[in-house]
């Protein structure tokens, strides 16, 4: 089979990406191999993709990924994602891993992993309003100072309930690590053919997530009594819902076609969701000295939490360093961000928030040991006899 002898090169809007994206056309120019550089534009001025495209080869974030998929998913072209943005589940190469993949790739000696998409139709009064494919998830949420919304949810035509609930989500195994993590749903393997339900802080504590077949049909339709509740297509494209309208999310015909990265799946979760190990992270304090707060947490073997019945089988221990002392540690659940961390102190007023939570203050308070249980932990606080003096 040939090798590849055209690249699309599209790059999130930030100087780090278009950089990256102009050095790996210039890398490729150099091999004579034509490429197109597309800066990643918001609706609806998304460029065309040139019908040359063999690859496309995304420089941003897990967002930049999602809205390139959107738009060339259907075209069958494979999609390469470099991760120059955040977190990264979709975009796990980094730039260090760039150039040895894209010698096997314009060899056409990579991987492609099939990934399912949905798509989420709007009817409003028998009308299609809108029909929209994503790769993560579908999601109808309330707005800010909404009331809780009602949403009366059928499968395949047969009644399942009437959600209420801030809102609902409707996710691929790919999204699975997006929006429904956060969520508190499930991790599904991303080249599964599943669809995943889950209610979003729903009224009633027996709504679990719900993982259905990928030839299900999902319908949601609006209750008359709600309002300020929008639909959302992978957190990127919105449309405000009124009272009666009718959301219908199936399987899409076509799904996308990502480049495997060479580190595992596993790895990823375990690299992403810092799932053990022996981590350091470094927060800017705002305070007049340009202090440097210092959050270290590792693994705690074999320790229980007092909570009672959110006793936790395994934990992990977060400790706040100020000016390099020891401040504060906190007992807290593995995975759980360290950014939620701090914002439980900030809303404690053990610390105060600047003008981002990265640039945090410590309010003058006495060292101590703060718990953290899985549940009701706004409420569970207890100061205990300093650590450290």
């Known amino acids: 089979m040939p090798s590849i002898n055209f690249v699309t090169i599209v790059v999130k809007k930030n100087p780090q990406a278009q950089a990256a994206g102009q050095a790996l056309r210039e890398w490729l120019g150099a091999r004579g191999i034509g490429a197109a550089l597309l800066v990643n534009e918001p609706e609806p001025d998304f460029p065309p993709l040139p019908t040359a495209t063999q690859v496309i080869v995304v420089f941003g974030g897990d967002g ?6 959107r738009h060339y998913g259907q075209q069958d072209t494979p999609i390469l994602g470099v991760n120059v943005g955040g977190l990264g589940f979709l975009t796990a190469i980094g730039l260090d891993k760039l150039y040895p993949l894209m010698e096997q790739v314009i060899q056409r000696n990579f991987l492609v992993e099939e990934r399912m998409q949905l798509v989420g139709t709007l009817i409003r009064q028998g009308k299609i309003i809108c029909a929209q494919s994503v790769l993560n998830d579908v999601v109808i949420n309330k707005g800010a100072l909404a009331r809780i919304a009602e949403l009366r949810t059928y499968i ?3 009644y399942l309930t009437t959600y209420r609930a801030d809102g609902l989500i409707v996710s691929t195994p790919t999204g699975s690590t997006a929006y429904t993590l956060g969520a508190g749903g499930p991790i599904v393997f991303p080249t599964l053919e599943n669809i995943i339900l889950l209610p979003i802080c729903p009224f009633a504590l027996t709504h679990r997530p719900l993982i259905l077949p990928e030839r299900s049909t999902i319908a949601v339709i609006l209750d008359e009594r ?3 509740v929008y639909l959302t297509f992978d957190g990127q494209l919105g449309v405000a819902l009124q009272p009666g309208d009718r959301v219908e999310i199936k399987k899409c015909p076509h799904g996308v076609r990502l480049i495997k990265s060479p ?37 705690v073997q074999g320790k229980q939490s007092r909570q009672g019945p959110d ?9 706040v360093a100020v000016n390099g002392k020891p401040a504060y540690q906190l007992l807290y659940l593995p995975g759980l961000e360290i950014e939620l961390a701090l914002g439980f102190l900030v809303a404690r007023g053990v610390i105060e928030q600047a003008a981002e939570l990265k640039e945090i203050r410590l309010i003058p308070a006495a060292p101590g040991i703060i718990l953290l249980g899985p549940r009701c932990w706004c409420d569970c606080i207890s100061h205990l006899t300093p650590r450290w003096t």
């Not at 930049?64 to 998929?69: F, H, I, M, P, W």
């Not at 007049?288 to 590792?298: C, E, G, M």
């Open 311 to 319: 006793r936790l089988a395994r934990e992990a221990l977060l400790e």
């Open 226 to 228: 709600s309002r300020d």
């Open 64 to 69: 930049t990924l999602l809205s390139a998929a």
């Open 263 to 299: 580190k595992s799946y596993f790895e990823i979760l375990r690299t992403k969701l810092r799932w053990g190990g022996d981590l350091t992270y470094m927060v800017m304090v705002s305070d007049q000295d340009s202090a440097l707060v210092v959050a270290r947490i590792w693994q």
């Open 156 to 158: 395949d035509g047969e």
